[in-house]
Each structure stands twice: as C-alpha cells, then as structure tokens.
C-alpha cells in the first residue's frame, strides 16, 4: 500500500476556504478504527456549502470536505471489518467536523460505516448517496406516521436535485402517486421519467402562503427545500398527513402557524441522516437496492474528477445540477 494519496484539502482563507489537490501522507489523516482506500463520493449541497465556505459548517483547518464515500477496507482495528470488505458511509458530521470522502484514503470509527449492501457497486452507493439515504429514511418516516398508496398525490420539493430525484424514483416504484415541484421546466420529462405523474412551477409554492390554512391538496410530502415553500406546503396538507422535512435550501426559517397542526393534525417529521442508528442505517441501504434499479441509478449520475469540484460546487449551489454527481476517485 502506498503511503500517499491524492486529496482536495481546503485552506483557511480570510473569506472563503481555499481549495487545492495535494498529495498527502496516511499519517495525516485523523483517528479512526478503520482506514478506508475510497473509490467514489458523492456531491450534495451540503459538500458545495462546504467548499464554499458557507454555515460555517467547518470550524478547523486544513479540512477534507466531502460526506459520504464507498471504498474498501485497508486496515480495520475493529473486528466487524477486514481487509478487503466493500463498506460505505453517510453522516456522523463526515466531511464537516472529520475528514471526509474528497481523498482517496479515509480513516473513520467502525460504528460510521455500514457493509456495501449485496448488489450494489461503490459507483451505484453513490449515486444513491446521503441524497438517496436520506430520500428512503423520508419515505420510510411517511409510511411509519400512516402513509398509503390509497392516499393521494405525494409532494416533492426540490425535485431536480439529489433528495428529490430518489424520493420520486422511492415513492413512484412503491406504488404512490407524485407530484414534483421544479423551478425549471426543461426538467420536466426527466422527472416524469423518475415516476411523477404531475409537475408544479416552484412560483405556484415558492412564497409564503397569506392565510394559516389553503384548500386541502397533498397526502403526503418530502421536502427537501425549507423555508417558505415548507410554509406553504403546511398550508396545503389534507387532515391528519405528514411532512417529512430534510432540506434547508429556502432557509431555516419557518414562517407560519399553529394552524395546519391543530385544524388539521398535520405532523412535520425531522429527518436527520446523521445521528442514525445502525440498524435504521440498515435497512434504509437493504431497501434502497431492492427499489432502485441499477440502470435507473446510472441514469440519474454524473461523473466527475476530483479537480472539478470546486466549479461543480458552485453549481450545485445555484440549482444548476440534475440528479446525483459522483466523484471518481481511483
């Protein structure tokens, strides 16, 4: 095994963080369990924000930013994993407060890593992603809260993006009706492609509603984008459905009442792919590659090269990328 390897490694700058490619050692890297020979990451919009140096989602440098990866085991100190074992990770603040998949070696506790499911190439685990892990814990916190394929058109916000595009790939194979909200139109054929029978104009939700309460429309929703729409979404939610709620592109801020909950019993579920227990992790990977077909998975990714991320990042911030980027690092 070589002792060096190639990372992009952001530097503390006065406004934003500096990105580079350089070579470093294994002795650089952080404490761990087990070292890991990364083969693919992902791009979410928590990487571009990252690399952008927005949130102040980083506090110490130099950093290796990237939040998930899939490799090979290298070395493991920890008795579940040996060499040569195919594994992948989401979470655990990888790539914000530890290095993470944006190199080719990684070192990391044993807990944070789960087997790479039977099935499923390292290729195919990202494009699926923390974006798609988290789709499936959506979809499964809607079922888990009464969701049925009886119920009615399903909402997905942000639906041209990572979250969204497996949400509607999840929902539509399970047998639910979706709608799908996009602020761009030319998207709309590569969204009904994933399964979502109506499209919506992101201007039909993207503002605050100006009452509590709208005519009854959805059954259920992910929400991958926040901020005012999530408060107009609230306003539309037939009686006692649920929100699952796991993006914050429109803001933190939630501008509405008491109203959708008391009146009509909605529930606003938190989904947070982070602090996840092994065996949700578990299953969430296990059914994810019984739902998505592979071919489906390469359709919807992009490959990129470790150099290109900085650009790749900024684009993603604007809403420029469609479906799931992975970054090829062997």
Not at 285 to 314: F, H, N, V
Request: charged share 25%.
């Amino acid at each position: 095994m070589s002792d060096t390897f190639k990372a992009l490694v952001l530097e503390e700058a006065e406004k934003a963080p500096a990105a580079s490619i350089k070579d470093l050692k294994v002795s650089d890297l952080p404490e761990g369990d087990v070292l890991v020979r990364v083969s693919h990451s992902g791009l979410n919009y928590k990487d571009g924000m990252v690399i952008k140096g927005l949130g102040r989602l980083v506090r110490q440098y130099p950093h290796v930013p990237g939040i998930d990866f899939a490799g090979t085991v290298e070395e493991s100190g920890d008795e579940r994993y040996k060499p040569g074992d195919a594994v992948v990770l989401t979470g655990w603040r990888v790539g914000e407060a530890h290095w993470g998949g944006y190199a080719q070696m990684a070192r990391v506790k044993a807990d944070w890593l789960v087997p790479l499911p039977e099935g499923l190439t390292p290729r195919r685990a990202m494009a699926v992603g923390t974006a798609g892990f988290t789709a499936m814990l959506a979809v499964q916190a809607l079922e888990d809260h009464g969701l049925t394929t009886d119920d009615g058109e399903v909402l997905v916000t942000g639906a041209s993006g990572g979250v969204g595009s497996v949400a509607i790939t999840l929902l539509s194979r399970l047998g639910h009706s979706v709608a799908a909200v996009t602020g761009r139109p030319e998207n709309a054929d590569y969204l009904k492609s994933l399964g979502a029978g109506t499209i919506v104009p992101r201007e039909e939700l993207a503002e605050a509603p100006g009452k509590p309460l709208l005519s009854e429309r959805w059954s259920g929703c992910v929400d991958a984008v926040g901020g005012d729409m999530l408060a107009h979404v609230l306003a539309e939610m037939r009686y006692g459905c649920s929100v699952a709620a796991c993006g914050l592109a429109g803001g933190p801020k939630l501008t509405t009442t008491v109203l959708p909950f008391l009146l009509r019993g909605v529930k606003l579920l938190g989904i947070d792919s982070v602090m996840c227990d092994y065996n949700t992790r578990t299953l969430a990977w296990e059914r994810l590659t019984g739902l998505i077909p592979g071919e489906m998975l390469d359709a919807m990714t992009t490959e990129i090269r470790l150099e290109d991320l900085p650009e790749y990042a900024e684009r993603i911030l604007k809403g420029q990328v469609r479906g799931r980027a992975v970054v090829v690092l062997e």
